[in-house]
């Protein structure tokens, strides 16, 4: 299955969920406000309404060149309703080995949901997701779905993830929920568990987040796709590093991994320098007491994903090494490349033992793989 002879671990595969996925796996207690779709018409969805919150939220008029390309490509995929076969098949088609699952509408993300209720829609998609890498154990692994709006509960849904389901990750957004940080000390109980269990924690942001603090809802009130999707990804990637570094997560849990994915890597040097610049001049009345630098922290316990082609990488290989970056192809998403992806990143400027350690070596010791 190697591309060119390298093996390939996707470290961020997309899932289209089912149009009955919260029918079939959400709690019964939560059937009357059960997320339902928007469209009936199709086996997937790709509109959601929870309580009245719409997802995806509306940021432009979406991308409609890629869109038009992605129902092209995709269209024997969407036939199959995007299920496990047709996962595998287009893993065999972009030459992937081993691939690691995430959601696609984040659901979960609203600050008024009460926690009980955002931790059961979590529940729900992980055990549908279970059910869907069953078929290819060997070749599909899954990410659990958290969310923070009570990290104690979300500790415990990872823990009943990990050594009940086999998953070997956790992923969540990277902002904020109702206003508290990653880093106070009210999210500890995860990052102790997920320390605890061996596992990493993966921040993957998502354009439609109902929260104050979620950079792309100022772009609401006069929409732009261009302006929000180009950004937001990458901002609240920067600010989920500057809390987990700066803020002293990773000094307190010196044995916690942490992945930023799908925002791009090439920003990353600036944003360590200018981590490093501020805590240098600040260090000595801020809060979090570090032994070292922010990006001595990120550089030991961290990892970034490349996009395919995204060719400024060869920078932050020069100033960082190549140690902290992970391979992803999106798929099935309209911006993915596939069935391209991982030959288009074969083309970046980059020596044949950083594309090795990045489409395998550096993923498989981010999940804990052999």
Same mark, same amino acid.
């Given at each position: 299955?190697?591309?060119?002879?390298?093996?390939?671990?996707?470290?961020?595969?997309? #899932?289209?969920?089912?149009?009955?996925?919260?029918? =079939?796996?959400?709690?019964?207690?939560?059937? *009357?406000?059960?997320?339902?779709?928007?469209?009936?018409?199709? &086996?997937?969805?790709?509109?959601?309404?929870?309580?009245?919150?719409?997802?995806?939220?509306?940021?432009?008029?979406?991308?409609?060149?890629?869109?038009?390309?992605?129902? @092209?490509?995709?269209?024997?995929?969407?036939?199959?309703?995007?299920?496990? *076969?047709?996962?595998?098949?287009?893993?065999?088609?972009?030459?992937?080995?081993?691939?690691?699952?995430?959601?696609?509408?984040?659901?979960?993300? #609203?600050?008024?949901?009460?926690?009980?209720?955002?931790?059961?829609?979590?529940?729900?998609?992980?055990?549908?997701?279970?059910?869907?890498?069953?078929?290819?154990?060997? +070749?599909?692994?899954?990410? *659990?779905?958290?969310?923070?709006?009570?990290?104690?509960?979300? @500790?415990?849904?990872?823990?009943?993830?990990?050594?009940?389901?086999?998953? #070997?990750?956790?992923?969540?957004?990277?902002?904020?929920?109702?206003?508290?940080?990653?880093?106070?000390?009210?999210?500890?109980?995860?990052?102790?568990?997920?320390?605890?269990?061996?596992?990493?924690?993966?921040?993957?942001? *998502?354009?439609?987040?109902?929260?104050?603090?979620?950079?792309?809802? =100022?772009?609401?009130? =006069?929409?732009?796709?261009?302006? &929000?999707?180009?950004?937001?990804?990458?901002?609240?990637?920067?600010?989920?590093?500057?809390?987990?570094?700066? /803020?002293?997560?990773?000094?307190?849990?010196?044995?916690?991994?942490?992945?930023?994915?799908?925002?791009?890597?090439?920003?990353?040097?600036?944003?360590?320098?200018?981590?490093?610049?501020?805590?240098?001049?600040?260090?000595? /009345?801020?809060?979090?007491?570090?032994?070292?630098?922010?990006?001595?922290?990120?550089? +030991?316990?961290?990892?970034?994903?490349?996009?395919?082609?995204?060719?400024?990488?060869?920078?932050?290989?020069?100033?960082?090494?190549?140690?902290?970056?992970?391979?992803?192809?999106?798929?099935?998403?309209?911006?993915?490349?596939?069935?391209? &992806?991982?030959?288009?990143?074969?083309?970046?400027?980059?020596?044949?033992?950083?594309?090795?350690?990045?489409?395998?070596?550096?993923? &498989? =010791?981010?999940?804990?793989?052999?």
């Amino acid at each position: 299955m190697s591309r060119n002879g390298f093996r390939v671990l996707d470290s961020d595969l997309h #899932v289209i969920e089912p149009r009955d996925l919260y029918e =079939r796996y959400l709690d019964p207690r939560y059937k *009357a406000r059960a997320p339902r779709p928007l469209d009936s018409r199709q &086996a997937y969805v790709s509109n959601w309404i929870v309580d009245g919150y719409g997802f995806p939220r509306p940021i432009g008029r979406g991308r409609p060149d890629a869109e038009a390309r992605a129902n @092209a490509v995709l269209k024997d995929y969407a036939a199959a309703g995007f299920d496990s *076969a047709s996962q595998v098949k287009a893993m065999d088609v972009e030459g992937l080995d081993v691939a690691v699952l995430f959601r696609t509408l984040p659901v979960v993300c #609203v600050d008024a949901f009460d926690p009980e209720f955002a931790v059961a829609l979590c529940r729900g998609w992980n055990d549908w997701a279970a059910d869907f890498v069953r078929p290819a154990p060997d +070749r599909m692994k899954a990410a *659990a779905l958290l969310t923070l709006h009570d990290a104690t509960l979300a @500790a415990q849904e990872l823990r009943r993830a990990v050594t009940q389901l086999g998953f #070997v990750a956790g992923q969540l957004m990277p902002n904020p929920v109702n206003g508290v940080n990653l880093h106070d000390p009210k999210m500890d109980p995860l990052w102790e568990e997920a320390q605890r269990l061996g596992v990493p924690i993966c921040f993957h942001p *998502a354009p439609n987040n109902y929260s104050d603090t979620h950079f792309v809802n =100022r772009f609401l009130t =006069r929409p732009s796709a261009t302006m &929000a999707g180009g950004l937001n990804n990458p901002v609240e990637l920067m600010a989920a590093i500057a809390s987990m570094t700066a /803020g002293g997560v990773l000094e307190r849990f010196p044995r916690l991994k942490v992945a930023f994915l799908e925002g791009n890597c090439s920003w990353l040097p600036w944003l360590l320098w200018r981590i490093d610049e501020f805590w240098q001049m600040s260090k000595s /009345g801020e809060t979090a007491k570090l032994q070292g630098l922010p990006s001595e922290y990120f550089l +030991r316990q961290c990892f970034i994903s490349v996009d395919v082609d995204e060719d400024q990488v060869e920078w932050v290989v020069k100033k960082l090494g190549d140690d902290t970056l992970v391979f992803s192809t999106d798929y099935p998403h309209s911006d993915s490349h596939f069935p391209e &992806a991982t030959s288009l990143f074969l083309k970046l400027p980059l020596s044949e033992e950083s594309k090795r350690k990045i489409l395998w070596d550096n993923c &498989a =010791r981010l999940y804990g793989f052999n």
